[in-house]
């Protein structure tokens, strides 16, 4: 217990390192996996079968794979980061923008086809029908399922860690060399911090769930 | 293709979006170009790079690599699947002091980085990396199989249940021999896809020094020089999505065919997860 108290500055550090990167690669791949999936039922054949590219390649790449590709292989190809979080957050947001374009898509498909039939039938071109009308109710039968893929994010920031990255993760195997006896402790208040951001994210995706379900 | 978010295109709109299309590739094409010259001038595509696929040692350390994945994946999915059961006909017990810790468990498992997990296992337990992959590997997973079996449960009508123990089962008979088998042949495109997951996270082996994949890769790449880290890493990148999508296929193809078949219909549930569990 002793180690987690006297190495509190460096959890908390690491604790809003963590939250940084899931925040900042959160509304990068929220607005990027949006786009996909606006791509992904547009009029227009090449935007669809880029969309349709990207998300099926991207969700079955490893995530390790796509850090070691942005943080090992992309400097040796002279593309050089400033400091390694630019790395991550381009990794983390590429990866979790596939997984919002699918998630997103089925909302779109959630919605009644009357409703885009109606707003055609008032004269909207395929802009007006997606923005004024299927996305905001994707958006919120959405919600639940984007609020996981927002944990799963948190989760996977702890990959930055082992890419020169100091958040939670990467402090959690520092401080494990430097406490070599007490590598238990050290560990469990790691997974603390962890559980601190996860679990109130997970309640807050059930009550949503809950209060969102429209009945249709 | 029609879509009932605009309406069939007319000669106007097929050229506007023939137009978009024509730009749409050139501009995808011109970027490709940029990234191949800008590798071309880095000496990437110089044979001798590539040459190196001519040996045998280098495809038996990749070809070692790719076991070493396969067999972590296969041993853990072998043990979390069991396990995964368990942990759900626990979850959703009748019994009060069996539900209530079961569901704290499986809320710790789930929200807890896979990798920390592996970590721990690793440095506490003091076992070689292929265990402490494999372990973290099974107490995630169990943990997400335990929820799709219930989500499974849960969505088979009330009847099933209520027939089981009208009939003389006791509970635990009536979600054996019911209400499981039903559940399981339900949720069995979401347990592929879950295969996905779980074979995607062997590469977070890496981390905790076990000789995967991309653990060959980084060897091979110390080992023969840094101007033979991109081929290596490419063709690595290359085996690795072709396995999962190959994975993600097959969720797919069961998918297809349950729905045929099984009276119910499946749960549809969009392959590889929409939670990108990790």
Known sequence: ?216 | MTSVLYDVPGPKARRISLIGSIIGVIVIAAIVVLAIMTLARQGIFEGQRWAIFGQADVWSLILNGVGATLSAAAVAAVIAFPLGLLLCLMRISDVAWIRIPTRIVLEFLRGMPVVLMMLFVLLVFATSSFVAVVAGLVLYNSAIFAEIIRAGIQSLPKGQREAGLAIGLTSFQSRLTIELPQAIRRMLPSLVAQLVVLLKDTSLGYIVAYGELLRAVQVMADFLGPQFLFPVFFVAAAIYIAINLAVSRLAIWIERRGSKKAAGGMAHVPVAGTVPAK
């Open chain 1, 1 to 216: 217990m002793d180690v987690i108290i006297e190495s509190l500055p460096q959890y908390w550090d690491g604790f809003l390192r963590t939250l940084f990167l899931a925040v900042v690669s959160g509304i990068i791949a929220l607005i990027f996996g949006t786009l996909l999936a606006a791509a992904r039922v547009s009029p227009i054949a090449a935007l669809r079968g880029f969309s349709m590219a990207y998300v099926e390649i991207v969700r079955n790449t490893p995530l390790t794979i796509a850090f070691f590709f942005a943080a090992v292989v992309l400097p040796r190809l002279g593309v050089t980061f400033q400091q390694f979080e630019v790395a991550a957050i381009i990794a983390l947001s590429a990866y979790t923008s596939a997984f919002i374009a699918e998630a997103v898509r089925s909302g779109v498909n959630s919605v009644p086809i009357g409703q885009a039939e109606a707003a055609r039938s008032i004269g909207m071109k395929f802009s007006q029908v997606l923005s004024l009308i299927i996305l905001p109710q994707a958006l919120r039968t959405v919600i639940p399922p984007l609020i996981n893929i927002l944990i799963a994010l948190v989760k996977n920031s702890s990959v930055a860690g082992a890419f020169y990255v100091l958040e939670l993760f990467g402090y959690g195997k520092q401080l494990a060399n430097e406490h070599g006896d007490a590598v238990m402790s050290v560990l469990i208040g790691v997974a603390f911090f962890y559980l601190l951001i996860t679990v109130p994210l997970g309640y807050l995706a059930t009550v949503v769930e809950r209060k969102v379900a429209i009945a249709r």
